[in-house]
């Protein structure tokens, strides 16, 4: 089944430490973003790529860092800079055509500070 | 600043009736609509896109869009309690075709 993987469902960070949230795409998409949704919040994009090796900042990038070495795989990590890490994490892909594409996402990283 | 509104609900609606959603935008350029529906503690799902003016029918919802009045609003017809979820609206950016501008969603509670 095509779709997009997020892992680890569940992550715990420890104080200055970075860690790294996994997205991996089979619909064969040009673009992937990758949001984080916090609670009575909105969606708000931190990182989105349009194609491999090329990545532009959302609204929210400080703390975050992301690569696009492959179509498919798009990580995000979340620096120890980031000093309010706790969100739910949602990666999302795209066809890029003419018209702005519907984005279908994976079933979300929940982290959490230790 | 480009914005999109929702009423936040939550809004009831009792089994078999038709709820409706309505999103407002502020960016006039925009081409695109999405209706985003999501569960408690999951991703969102895509339950719809409309382009064109008008209506757009795929089974029990009907998304319908006015660009001269900048809103676009969701019909879910014979409303069910699995239908219970926060639905989001979603408008590209016309500046930025790859960036959509999401509203903070609608609850909705289908009562039995």
């Known amino acids: 089944d095509g779709g997009i993987t997020q892992s680890p469902k569940y992550l715990f960070r420890k104080e200055g430490q970075n860690v790294t949230l996994s997205c991996e795409q089979n619909?064969?998409?040009?673009?992937m973003y990758w949001y984080r949704q916090d609670p009575g919040q909105g969606l708000r994009l931190i990182y989105y790529s349009q194609i491999v090796n090329d990545f532009q900042k959302g609204d929210i990038a400080e703390g975050y860092s992301v690569s696009r070495e492959k179509k498919e795989s798009f990580p995000l990590t979340v620096t120890s800079a980031q000093k309010n890490p706790t969100a739910f994490y949602l990666c999302?892909?795209?066809?890029?055509?003419?018209?702005?594409?519907?984005?279908?996402f994976g079933d979300g990283t929940r982290l959490s500070i230790l | 600043q480009k914005e999109v509104e929702q009423n936040s609900g939550p809004l009831s609606v009792p089994e078999g009736a038709i709820a409706s959603l309505n999103c407002t935008y502020s960016?006039?350029?925009?081409?695109?609509f999405f209706w985003y529906r999501q569960y408690s503690g999951k991703s969102p799902e895509l339950i719809m896109f409309?382009?064109s003016n008008g209506d757009k029918e795929d089974g029990r919802f009907t998304a319908q869009l006015n660009k001269a009045s900048q809103y676009v609003s969701l019909l879910i017809r014979d409303s069910q309690p699995s239908d219970s979820a926060t639905y989001l609206c979603a408008v590209n950016n016309a500046g930025n075709n790859r960036k959509l501008i999401w509203g903070l969603g609608t609850s909705l509670a289908v009562n039995p």
């Open positions: 999302a892909s795209s066809a890029s055509t003419g018209l702005a594409q519907p984005q279908h």
């Open positions: 409309i382009y």
């Open positions: 619909l064969n998409h040009d673009a």
């Open positions: 960016d006039r350029g925009s081409q695109s």
